[in-house]
């Protein structure tokens, strides 16, 4: 007898963030799927390698997203055997799918063209001979999608530098030369960091507090009728019905805290729920009790449980701000942090150290040894390891789990909880009026801060726990050298304007729009940026409104400007060269407000300054070279 073809194909992934693991399993039905359809190949081929190496969950959540999201006849042609297709007709399938997945129009357009490309890798995958006797796995051999390439058309710094260094920490310091732009960098990072650890510490601060708020309200007496009256409500005795004519919330706030507060001290063991509140207590809410210290700031969900475990429990906006300050202190980033175990602790002859667990390259983080003087990094390792033993003692986890960061959670705690997710720091941030950031940009803020006082890429690379110096010249690139190119592109740019409004609107006009005047540079008078200058900057070729002057970016359209002239100086080529760094970092930007003034205005003027300086590197190379030296020299990097 022939077995039954399963149904619902099970698919094991993996979904790790900030230390916290999580192994969900992704459902697909294939009940109207035949055995030899690609669908169901593909399915069986990923659940089948799954059970040894699970998928990452967030690929599979969007291949199902993109299945449910595509129209019946495409779901139709899934069902089809490999055999039935050529490789022509297989592309010309693919083709349609991605026109659908381009007409979804809840989806950004990177979106769109990166969920097709995952989508067709995601096919391809399982085994099989199309009709004209070509494996499947090489279906896309010269395959164009129809899909706009939008890498082109995403803004570089909203997808990847942006989140790097938020509130334009370093790209918008003005400055007269390098060595102060970098001076004020260091200045900028250092106080960004230090405002983000007191705020932090403040956090701390105000938990002691309330820890010792609780204190004083055990000492109030309470009359006898009332206390037993409110612990039967507590409890779940008694209902929330009368105490003479009053309401039992009506009771002194204070009175209700210390025979809650008492009750939890004498009981200490209560069941947990699966929604991660203890079973059986029946405290009031904020919207009852309004005078208590800082009542409405810790609460899980709607519970206010977490305020009245506060001596035993940390609430999880206390952990957040400790994980912050450890990721401001360590440098790690929050995946390596959120692993550290009681065993990465040692404390040796009052020396203590810490260590995480880097799940990307599966080693462990470099060793932070924790100054002496550094007692707020102490205090919180002691408030941790204390938060464990409670959650312990109260059989919430096992002795045998030696991880540190649980807090308030739902779904059990096999897993530690993520402190850091994006609702929890906005709170944080608005609250202490600090500049959005995420957790992640600690780590590279650090990096800047540490290669900004050394002046060294071994102490930046000790800091990261990179094998290579080679990868941390990579990632410092990708932050601090990319944002400090920015600064200087943004300060030419400056610089240039204000020497403009400077010669053609006067001293006064500067001082009315708030224009520094030692921006003033009468040496940059009317350049054109790429190695030449503008002769009647005041009347172009083509219109301008009255007063403005010519933005220079014309100079090479329909055979060139005739006020343009060609003089290749050290000033003009180191003017070009900068300018070419402009564009090799805002030009995604700059195409993605508006491409088709990018295609006809700033290509020819990227164009051309490639050229003149592959014609100088030519005919003059000892100039280029000691322009590139010069520029080298001031980037410091």
């Known amino acids: 007898m022939a077995s039954k073809l399963i149904t619902i194909l099970q698919v094991a992934c993996i979904a790790t963030i900030s230390g916290s693991t999580r192994y969900p399993k992704v459902g697909f039905d294939v009940t109207e799927c035949p055995e030899d359809s690609i669908w169901r190949r593909v399915l069986e081929k990923r659940a089948h390698e799954s059970k040894l190496e699970p998928c990452n969950a967030a690929h599979i959540y969007a291949i199902r997203r993109t299945i449910d999201l595509l129209s019946a006849d495409s779901r139709e042609l899934l069902k089809r055997s490999p055999a039935d297709f050529t490789r022509d007709s297989f592309q010309q399938f693919l083709r349609e799918m991605d026109l659908e997945i ?50 082109l058309g995403r803004p570089i710094p909203k997808s990847r530098f942006e989140r790097t260094f938020s509130g334009d920490l370093i790209s918008t310091i003005a400055h007269e030369s390098p060595d102060e732009l970098l001076i004020k960098a260091r200045q900028q990072v250092r106080e960004r960091l230090e405002t983000i650890a007191n705020a932090c510490l403040n956090e701390i601060a105000l938990y002691e507090e309330i820890c010792a708020y609780q204190q004083k309200c055990l000492g109030i007496l309470v009359p006898a009728k009332a206390r037993i009256h409110i612990l039967g409500i507590i409890t779940g005795q008694r209902s929330a019905g009368t105490h003479g004519n009053d309401r039992w919330y009506g009771y002194d706030d204070q009175w209700i805290a210390a025979v809650a507060l008492s009750h939890i001290d004498s009981e200490r063991l209560f069941k947990i729920q699966k929604n991660g509140t203890y079973e059986g207590l029946y405290l009031p809410s904020p919207r ?161 801060a540490t290669y900004l006082q050394e002046q060294d890429l071994r102490a930046v690379q000790i800091l990261l726990g990179h094998r290579s110096l080679t990868t941390v010249e990579s990632y410092l690139n990708d932050t601090l050298f990319f944002h400090i ?71 090479h359209l329909d055979g060139g400007c005739r006020n343009y002239k060609l003089h290749v100086d050290a000033r003009a080529l180191e003017m070009a060269v900068r300018t070419k760094e402009f564009y090799q970092s805002s030009w995604q930007t700059i195409l993605h407000r508006n491409e088709t003034a990018f295609k ?32 080298a020299h001031s980037g410091d990097s």
């Open 102 to 151: 381009g007409e979804i129009p809840a989806w950004s357009p990177s979106n769109k063209f990166d969920s097709a490309s995952r989508w067709r890798r995601f096919l391809i995958s399982c085994e099989g001979i199309l009709g004209d006797g070509s494996p499947i796995a090489n279906a896309l051999d010269g395959y164009h999608t129809p899909l706009k390439h939008l890498s």
């Open 485 to 555: 190119n920015e600064a200087k592109a943004l300060q030419f740019q400056r610089t240039i304007e204000s020497t403009l409004i400077f010669e053609t609107r006067g001293p006064s006009k500067m001082a009315a729009m708030k224009i520094e005047d030692r921006f003033v540079d009468t040496n940059l008078l009317f350049p054109t940026g790429d190695g030449g200058y503008c002769v009647a900057p005041e009347s172009p070729p083509h219109q301008i409104k009255k007063g403005e002057l010519c933005d220079g970016l014309r100079c």
């Open 288 to 448: 009852t009790v309004r005078s208590l210290k800082q009542f409405d700031h810790y609460q899980f969900a709607t519970s206010a449980q977490p305020w009245f475990f506060a001596r035993h429990r940390l609430p999880n906006r206390v952990m957040t701000v400790m994980f912050l300050f450890l990721l401001e202190r360590t440098g790690w980033n929050p995946g390596a942090l959120g692993r550290m175990t009681v065993d990465g602790v040692i404390n040796k002859g009052g020396n203590l150290t810490l260590q995480g667990f880097k799940q990307k390259t599966d080693d462990d983080t470099p060793i932070y040894e924790v100054p002496r003087s550094e007692f707020s990094v102490r205090k919180i390792i002691v408030m941790l390891e204390r938060n464990r033993e409670q959650l312990i003692a109260h059989h919430i986890i096992p002795i045998s789990n030696k991880f540190l960061w649980f807090g308030w959670q739902t779904g059990g705690y096999e897993n530690v909880m993520n402190h850091v997710h994006q609702l929890a720091v906005r709170h944080f941030c608005e609250k202490y009026q600090l500049p959005h950031f995420s957790p992640s940009e600690l780590r590279p803020i650090n990096a800047a």
């Open 600 to 631: 006809r205005i700033h290509i020819p003027h990227i164009i051309f300054i490639h050229m003149l300086l592959k014609v100088v590197a030519e005919k003059r190379p000892s100039l280029l070279k000691s322009v590139m030296t010069q520029s």
